[in-house]
């Protein structure tokens, strides 16, 4: 099924409230989905006296089924293992909170030193079982004791707990078993281009929750391209391409995420896909026009890319990071550095070529590296981890390398030869993984179609120690003043493939088989209304 077609339910209204016209869809197709897959099922019957694997989404890596059924009764406790009150008790609230959406009741929180006979327990196992940092087990019997080794893993058990309660009929019972889940790979990404358009936050916050619903764990944020930054800098007032993200923009979202246990990585694209820095401040352009424009969209009339040649232009961007590296909690930075011109471009600039002679490097390109590996050690000492594409040795060649404790984002050639060089490196290429519906990207065979049935069913995902994770990326190229419901429209069949080929577990034999699934379930609890710190 291409994107175009599997999405044929939707039709995207610009002046309807975005979640509200995505959610009424989805609740129809939750109707109809949700009778195709109870049929014979009985509420999650029993084959053979053996209760089946409960569908959810991602799919469970293993199942151990039992006999009978667990009820939620209506006094029911949440229970924390009073030895992790502190660690847990967020996820209980959230369970909680999401459950009196589902089933009406408003259960209570204590700590108990047990699990105590119908009750929902939460623990940290502190043993090797297998699961990993963020893997869990989900016990049901006489009580539903999910145990992990982080509060992470406890957290991705409440949610496939919520997902079986929310497709038995009454919200009440669960098939007795024993589900051993636990992820593929470590980073599971989704990218959104927030520069080029900006996204309402909002829209930002609900994406934030139905990454975690598919247990997807980091939200990538492109906060500046050619026609706009979206940060509001106290450091350069003015900066900022209006409308954009404050401060206290920023500080919620990290909430939100780190109440639904997703890291957001930030980046500030660097030093090309600088037009909207270089309109702030045009002394920080190249004087040459080799280096100074390009042929991607808004690289044509110049201030393409900063003169990163200058001692003072190096300053201006370190200040600039200052600003920006600490604001965000998590453990990534990531800084861009892709689509710089090709090597016969940068050897047509006189200022770049009496640089690279005057360090005696070998390849212009040693410039653009250099000054990678300088933003790095700046990134490192705020305890962080520098992200950037590869775009370094694509179509060019260099001298020396970034250092190898940057994370690469592999895009436009295989991750092998990284990996085998000895970087780690997240998987995004742009055959499999781009979503960019404003280049054509609505249509198969052209630039940013994500093809779900090749995705979904065929796609031999590389696997190697040093690879740790994938990430969907959903640019906004020619979808500036596209509305967020119809960016949204595209990406949302994307995501959830991914979602289920990077948890791992057992797929269904088709796309229209997992979206049937994937429907059913439907869309996650709503948020909640909370105060950010």
């Not at 940092?133 to 058990?157: K, P, S, W």
């Not at 960016?487 to 088709?510: F, I, K, M, N, Y």
Request: negative net charge; proline residues 6%.
């Amino acid at each position: 099924m291409d994107q175009e077609n599997s999405n044929s339910k939707f039709q995207a209204k610009e002046n309807i409230p975005m979640r509200q016209n995505i959610r009424r869809l989805t609740n129809i197709s939750h109707s109809f989905c949700f009778h195709i897959l109870i049929i014979g099922l009985s509420s999650f019957s029993a084959v053979a006296n053996l209760n089946v694997a409960p569908p959810t989404m991602p799919s469970l890596r293993e199942w151990n089924g039992g006999e009978g059924m667990f009820t939620l009764s209506t006094n029911a406790l949440i229970a924390i293992d009073d030895r992790f009150t502190n660690e847990l008790a967020q996820t209980a609230f959230v369970l909680k909170d999401d459950l009196k959406q589902f089933t009406g009741q408003d259960y209570k929180i204590i700590s108990l030193s047990e699990p105590q006979p119908g009750s929902l327990f939460l623990t940290l196992n502190n043993s090797d079982i297998g699961i990993g940092d963020e893997g869990y087990l989900l016990q049901i019997g006489d009580t539903v004791t999910i145990r992990a080794n982080t509060g992470n893993g406890v957290f991705y058990g409440t949610q496939t707990l919520l997902q079986m309660l929310k497709l038995e009929a009454t919200h009440s019972m669960l098939p007795k078993g024993t589900a051993r889940d636990y992820p593929l790979c470590k980073d599971r990404d989704e990218m959104i281009d927030v520069g080029r358009h900006y996204y309402q936050m909002s829209y930002l916050e609900e994406e934030i929750r139905k990454l975690a619903w598919y247990k997807m764990n980091t939200l990538h944020l492109h906060f500046s391209d050619w026609n706009g930054f979206r940060l509001v800098s106290d450091t350069y007032p003015g900066l900022a391409t209006l409308p954009a993200y404050t401060k206290a923009d920023v500080r919620r979202l990290q909430d939100v995420a780190k109440r639904y246990h997703v890291v957001i990585v930030p980046e500030i694209d660097l030093p090309a896909h600088a037009k909207a820095i270089t309109d702030y401040n045009p002394k920080l352009r190249f004087p040459c026009a080799s280096m100074d424009t390009g042929h991607w969209p808004g690289a044509q009339d110049g201030g393409w890319m900063l003169d990163i040649t200058r001692p003072d232009v190096r300053a201006w961007i370190k200040n600039l990071l200052d600003e920006f590296i600490p604001l965000f909690d998590g453990p990534y930075f990531h800084i861009g550095c892709d689509e710089w011109e090709y090597t016969a471009r940068q050897l047509d600039c006189p200022e770049l070529v009496a640089y690279m002679k005057a360090k005696g490097y070998a390849s212009p390109t040693d410039v653009f590296v250099e000054w990678i590996n300088e933003v790095n050690a700046q990134v490192k000492s705020y305890g962080k981890i520098t992200q950037i594409w590869n775009w370094w040795d694509f179509k060019q060649s260099t001298s020396i390398q970034p250092d190898k404790d940057i994370v690469i984002n592999a895009w436009t050639a295989s991750p092998d030869k990284f990996l085998k060089n000895g970087w780690k490196v997240i998987c995004t290429p742009e055959e499999e993984l781009y979503v960019a519906p404003g280049t054509g990207g609505t249509l198969p065979g052209k630039y940013g179609y994500f093809d779900s049935r090749r995705v979904y069913e065929k796609w031999v995902m590389p696997a190697n120690p040093n690879l740790i994770g994938f990430k969907v990326c959903r640019w906004s190229d020619n979808a500036q003043d596209k509305s967020d419901v119809w960016l949204d429209h595209w990406a949302q069949r994307p995501v959830q493939v991914l979602a289920e080929r990077v948890w791992g577990g057992p797929r269904s034999a088709t796309v229209e088989e997992f979206y049937t699934r994937v429907d059913a379930i439907g869309e996650p609890p709503e948020l909640p209304s909370f105060n950010s710190k």
